[in-house]
């Protein structure tokens, strides 16, 4: 039986252990379209920027190895998108399929909940099946899917969009409006 995994807040000195994460994505799958890895330094600016704006960003260590971290980001920069996020999460290739992205999801969704957030976007780079499996899980339902909207690898990649409802929703208005 494997070890238990915990999940609490990112913190700036996960930085690295992140962007070795990321870098496996970007070098050897589609659910990233980025092509070259960020810097530890890129990492941590992300872990800084989501902490100022109240937003989300987990981990998951197992035997106090990270291995795996999943964040949400508001869906879009303009002001009326602000109780709409994106959630983004990346597992350790040696950690897949151990139910690790569930749990992180599933504590991702009550933190963004948590943070103001009404609805979730999942955007499946290269629609990947696990991901999109994943997503499914949780109750997020499809909402779309772009045609060869990317190019990696020598080949033409969809995104598939998913999304899920948080908290009430849209059957109330935001506590604050946007501006």
Avoid at 12 to 22: F, N, S, T
Avoid at 24 to 45: K, Q
Avoid at 100 to 118: P, S
């Amino acid at each position: 039986m494997a070890p238990a995994i915990t999940i609490r807040q990112a913190r700036v000195e996960d930085g690295g252990a992140m962007a070795a994460i990321y870098a496996h994505h970007v070098l050897h799958g589609t659910a990233t379209f980025d092509t070259v890895p960020r810097t530890a330094a890129d990492t941590v600016a992300k872990v800084e920027e989501c902490m100022t704006r109240g937003w989300p960003f987990l981990v998951a260590e197992r035997d106090g190895a990270l291995v795996g971290y999943a964040y949400a980001t508001q869906f879009r920069d303009r002001p009326a998108y602000a109780a709409a996020c994106e959630d983004s999460i990346y597992l350790h290739p040696d950690h897949l399929g151990q139910g690790i992205g569930k749990a992180l999801l599933t504590a991702l969704l009550v933190a963004a909940e948590q943070a103001g957030f009404r609805q979730m976007i999942a955007v499946a780079g290269g629609g990947e099946p696990a991901s999109v499996a994943l997503h499914a899980s949780l109750g997020f339902r499809d909402a779309g899917r772009m045609h060869a909207v990317g190019r990696k690898f020598g080949r033409w990649l969809d995104t598939v969009y998913m999304q899920i409802a948080l908290g009430a929703g849209d059957s109330l208005p935001p506590e604050r409006e946007p501006q």
